[in-house]
């Protein structure tokens, strides 16, 4: 088994952010999808001005070779534990990291998460002592802009250990108190479900800054 979390969970933080930043832009031709820069700013710096201020701390999950690149302030960022297995190495990674109890955690390529969704998904999974709380939208599930307690870690751990590397494989834990957000829920905070767009070719890149540009648009008109 890999190494568990221990129980000792003192001075615990209401909600963290983890940010999975270990994907390759290989189809972009670049080696860190994260670095692509969208309407003057790379992706990952996207995410971090729209979650972050609705989270009380930062963590970062990075592979060996970009983690020099993701610091920024009052960040931390850790290395991947165990590079090439997917997100779900990356959750491991981030949920051993943590010292709170409830993380959401989310891609470094989606840029247009929404931070009132994320606060609403908070509120949901304090509430109601979920261990996850993951979208899923008409049987879509969405694993990334989800929920996870660090009670989570250990049964990463143990996924990873047995050669099993989807991260749904965590919703079908009996020991984990899991619960799901659906379309209803999700768009009376996120109307165009935008939270869950990542960035893996060029057309997604012209696909998310014409989002950005209209949600932009939207704020202004809502101002005059």
């Known amino acids: ?36 820069m969208l309407a003057g700013k790379s992706l990952y710096d996207h995410v971090l001005d729209r979650i972050a201020p609705v989270c009380d701390s930062i963590i970062v999950v990075g592979s060996s070779d970009n983690t020099a690149g993701l610091a920024r302030p009052h960040v931390r960022v850790v290395c991947d ?14 949920l051993r990291a943590s010292s709170s109890a409830l993380n959401l ?5 989606m840029p247009c998460g929404s931070p009132t969704l994320a606060q609403a998904m908070e509120q949901r999974a304090i509430t109601a002592g979920l261990d996850i709380l993951y979208p899923s939208i008409d049987g879509l599930v969405e694993p990334l802009f989800a929920i996870y307690s660090r009670r989570v870690a250990d049964i990463a751990g143990e996924l990873l250990a047995a050669g099993r590397h989807s991260v749904r494989g965590l919703f079908k834990c009996p020991e984990l108190n899991i619960g799901i957000v659906d379309r209803t829920f999700v768009q009376q905070y996120d ?13 997604d890149l012209v696909m ?17």
Not at 105 to 109: E, F, P
């Open 208 to 224: 998310a800054e014409y989002m950005l540009t209209r949600r932009e648009k939207c704020l202004q008109e809502e101002q005059t």
């Open 81 to 94: 534990a165990v590079p090439g297995e997917g997100p779900l190495g990356g959750i491991w990674s981030g």
């Open 1 to 36: 088994m890999l190494d568990e979390v221990s129980d000792a969970e003192q001075g615990e933080k209401p909600v963290n952010l983890i940010i999975l930043a270990g994907g390759r832009g290989t189809r972009m031709g670049t080696s860190h999808k994260h670095e692509m």
């Open 105 to 109: 955690i989310m891609g470094a390529d």
């Open 191 to 203: 109307a165009k479900l935008a939270s869950f767009f990542n960035v893996n070719t060029s057309d």
